[in-house]
């Protein structure tokens, strides 16, 4: 799977934070919900318009994100 096809970035919604399929439900929604417990069964019964492979794609998108970060240390 390819978080690219799901995941959508548009500057006029939701402040450019990452969306999935153009909805109004964040990456960080949905990684919040997993966050605080919640299963994927109680988030595709809470948001029917949400799919498995809808939130598979949010934890790879953080998975990628977080690949990619880089720190910066600084010694003072």
């Known amino acids: ?14 402040g450019s934070k990452p ?23 109680e988030i595709l019964e809470d948001f029917p318009e949400l799919t498995e492979e809808d939130i598979k794609a949010c934890l790879e998108f953080a998975a990628d994100r977080e690949r990619r970060s880089v720190a910066v240390i600084t010694k003072e």
């Open 19 to 41: 969306c999935i399929r153009r909805m109004r439900i964040t990456v960080y929604d949905v990684l919040g919900w997993l966050a605080a417990g919640m299963s994927f069964a």
């Open 1 to 14: 799977m390819s978080y690219q096809k799901i995941i959508t970035i548009e500057p006029d919604k939701r």
